[in-house]
């Protein structure tokens, strides 16, 4: 029998990283090596203990997951990363994968694709969702008409959810005050009046 897939989780949310560590834990041929909140944590961890796989949120405080991506791709070209986000951006996207992540999954995605992106990576083949290949292929024109940041690309992400500005904060770890500055500047760039316009704006323009 070949040896288990040694892999390490990193995201600043202790629940999902829970949840994941224990769907791991009941696939034989995976192998949960460590755990990291932050980016500045998984470079440590992945010079310590050399991981076959890393699973890369995208969003933390500190250091962010495309930092974390550089780093260690630099360092170590050898792990593969796959970055697990929340958003289907396109700018995050290329983002992400431009720093040196092999593939890119959204955090919805069902336990058993999980494992399986994990087994593609390991064999170099990148693991993509539906959503990112969609993006990669159809790139959203308007996304740069109203020249959004990053930031303010979740920040309405969030919005069009049906997110409040609290549970943004607690989702993006930045404080209410941030959101709603994020949103102000996002309801300026979109030339509209209230989030219930600014969600009608992002639709037709497909910016989320």
Same mark, same amino acid.
């Given at each position: 029998?070949?040896?288990?897939?040694?892999?390490?989780?990193?995201?600043?949310?202790?629940?999902?990283?829970?949840?994941?560590?224990?769907?791991?834990?009941?696939?034989?041929?995976?192998?949960?090596?460590?755990?990291?909140?932050?980016?500045?944590?998984?470079?440590?961890l992945?010079?310590?203990?050399?991981?076959?796989?890393?699973?890369?949120?995208?969003?933390?405080?500190?250091?962010?997951?495309?930092?974390?991506?550089?780093?260690?791709h630099?360092r170590?070209?050898?792990?593969?990363?796959?970055? @697990?986000?929340?958003?289907?951006?396109y700018? @995050?996207?290329?983002?992400?994968?431009?720093?040196?992540?092999?593939?890119?999954?959204?955090?919805?995605?069902?336990?058993?694709?999980?494992?399986?992106?994990?087994?593609?990576?390991?064999?170099?083949i990148?693991p993509?969702?539906?959503e990112?290949?969609?993006?990669?292929?159809n790139?959203?024109?308007?996304s740069?008409?109203?020249?959004l940041?990053?930031?303010?690309?979740?920040?309405?992400?969030?919005?069009v959810?049906?997110?409040?500005?609290?549970?943004?904060?607690?989702?993006?770890?930045?404080?209410q005050?941030?959101?709603?500055?994020?949103?102000?500047?996002?309801l300026?760039?979109?030339?509209?009046a209230?989030?219930?316009?600014?969600?009608?704006?992002?639709?037709?323009?497909?910016?989320?």
């Amino acid at each position: 029998m070949s040896e288990a897939i040694r892999v390490l989780i990193v995201d600043d949310h202790d629940m999902l990283r829970k949840g994941i560590a224990s769907f791991l834990y009941s696939v034989p041929d995976l192998e949960l090596i460590g755990e990291a909140s932050s980016g500045s944590e998984a470079i440590e961890l992945c010079a310590a203990l050399n991981p076959d796989v890393v699973l890369m949120d995208l969003v933390m405080p500190e250091m962010d997951g495309v930092t974390a991506i550089q780093h260690i791709h630099s360092r170590q070209p050898d792990i593969h990363i796959i970055a @697990l986000s929340s958003f289907a951006e396109y700018d @995050l996207v290329k983002s992400a994968l431009k720093a040196g992540a092999l593939g890119y999954i959204l955090k919805n995605v069902a336990a058993e694709k999980l494992a399986e992106a994990i087994r593609m990576a390991h064999t170099g083949i990148a693991p993509l969702s539906p959503e990112i290949t969609a993006n990669l292929f159809n790139p959203p024109e308007s996304s740069t008409q109203f020249k959004l940041t990053q930031r303010e690309q979740e920040v309405l992400t969030l919005v069009v959810e049906g997110f409040s500005n609290a549970e943004i904060a607690f989702r993006l770890s930045i404080s209410q005050f941030t959101v709603k500055n994020h949103v102000s500047n996002i309801l300026t760039k979109l030339g509209v009046a209230s989030r219930t316009d600014a969600v009608r704006v992002a639709i037709q323009n497909n910016l989320v």
